[in-house]
């Protein structure tokens, strides 16, 4: 199959994608995985399930680890791939909302902006976000007010209040510690079967486990299989082995799981206190939106429920939302109710 680069399909717009007669919002997640982009209608009644036109995947968009050129490569290429399949043009578009990781300072975000104008028409209401912010819109149709916890390739918790107050905790990267993620989780077991093949550790499933699961004979092998390509998601990917481990009554493997609900939950708890997200009493309730790999349940071992049951003990009134849409419908979302107070003017004359 022929792969189109984004330049390619913005130069086959007016060959091949004939204007169609509504506006559309494009709404973008990208992450240390993978980047989604769908197109919804702006005209959008809100059904069950949400109208979506279009939705296009390609590889990883934060600059953090790709570098800033590919990462607008890969986001451009995902966002002219959505609007071809909806058969949309650029100029069909009302309003895009990019939420991606490693944006993290208004630079950032400026500077995307400043990207994606020159892309775009004029008329395109333009949102750049952190890759949290669509995560939590995806639990609440858009409302920015609670907190989210993902826990992926990497984790954030991310809050917002109902005045616009928000705040933060881990999503640093694993360099400096994001240890209730995917690779957080992996890489403590890859260090745990080292150690216990130098004998300074104790013996572990893993050593087994992980060695079949990467097809390799030896921990001697683990050092070249690490560093030959030392991919955050690829590390990740070591996740399923260590709950199956941890299930099967591994001693090290449930210690490091217990270690990382500790992590992810004291990350919520932080947010939650410097937001004050449930009250002078601690018992106002707020939706806790919980996105991501390493949350959802396994066999046994459910990491996702062991945060909420620590959670809830300090702050009662979280109570769980597990979303039914994706984070790029998030985005959407986010984009769409800026502009809904606008949908009946201007920009409908747009389409």
């Known amino acids: 199959m022929q792969r189109y680069t984004a330049r390619d399909i913005w130069e086959m717009e007016d060959r091949h994608s004939p204007r169609m007669g509504c506006s559309v919002v494009?709404?973008?997640?990208?992450?240390?995985?993978?980047?989604?982009?769908?197109?919804?209608?702006?005209?959008?009644?809100?059904?069950?399930?949400?109208?979506?036109?279009?939705?296009?995947?390609?590889g990883c968009s934060n600059q953090n680890s790709v570098g800033e050129d590919k990462a607008r490569e890969t986001l451009e290429r995902v966002m002219a791939q959505a609007l071809h399949k909806a058969r949309r043009r650029r100029s069909n578009v009302c309003a895009v909302c990019l939420a991606v990781a490693g944006v993290n300072h208004p630079i950032d975000q400026h500077r995307m902006l400043d990207?994606?104008?020159?892309?775009?028409?004029?008329?395109?209401?333009?949102f750049v976000e952190n890759d949290a912010v669509a995560a939590l819109a995806s639990g609440t149709m858009g409302k920015l007010h609670g907190c989210v916890l993902i826990a992926g390739t990497g984790t954030i918790a991310y809050g917002f209040t109902t005045d616009g107050r928000e705040a933060r905790a881990a999503g640093a990267g694993p360099v400096l510690g994001d240890w209730g993620s995917g690779y957080g989780i992996s890489a403590q077991a890859l260090t745990?079967?080292?150690?216990?093949?130098?004998?300074?550790?104790?013996?572990?499933?893993?050593?087994?486990?992980?060695l079949d699961f990467l097809g390799l004979a030896s921990p001697d092998e683990l050092i070249g299989w690490t560093y030959e390509d030392q991919s955050w998601a690829r590390i990740a990917?070591?996740?399923?082995?260590?709950?199956?481990?941890?299930?099967?009554?591994?001693?090290?493997?449930?210690?490091?799981?217990?270690?990382?609900?500790?992590?992810?939950a004291s990350s919520v708890k932080a947010v939650v206190q410097r937001l004050a997200l449930s009250g002078e009493d601690g018992?106002?309730?707020?939706?806790?939106?919980?996105?991501?790999?390493?949350?959802?349940?396994?066999?046994?071992?459910?990491?996702?429920?062991?945060?909420?049951?620590?959670?809830?003990?300090?702050?009662p009134g979280a109570y769980p939302i597990h979303p039914e849409v994706e984070p790029a419908v998030g985005a959407a979302l986010l984009a769409w109710n800026a502009i809904a107070s606008e949908l009946d003017g201007d920009l409908r004359a747009v389409a």
Not at 115 to 124: A, D, G, K
Request: hydrophobic share 45%.
């Open 26 to 58: 494009l709404g973008v997640d990208g992450g240390a995985s993978n980047t989604v982009c769908v197109c919804i209608p702006a005209a959008m009644p809100f059904a069950d399930p949400l109208p979506v036109l279009a939705r296009a995947v390609a």
């Open 115 to 126: 990207w994606l104008r020159e892309i775009f028409p004029s008329h395109v209401k333009l």
């Open 192 to 210: 745990a079967v080292v150690r216990a093949y130098d004998g300074r550790g104790p013996e572990t499933l893993l050593t087994n486990n992980i």
């Open 237 to 264: 990917d070591i996740l399923p082995v260590v709950v199956e481990s941890a299930e099967a009554g591994d001693e090290v493997a449930n210690k490091i799981l217990h270690n990382s609900v500790g992590e992810l």
């Open 283 to 315: 018992k106002d309730l707020f939706p806790l939106v919980m996105v991501g790999k390493v949350l959802e349940a396994n066999k046994r071992w459910d990491i996702g429920k062991e945060v909420i049951n620590c959670v809830t003990k300090t702050y």
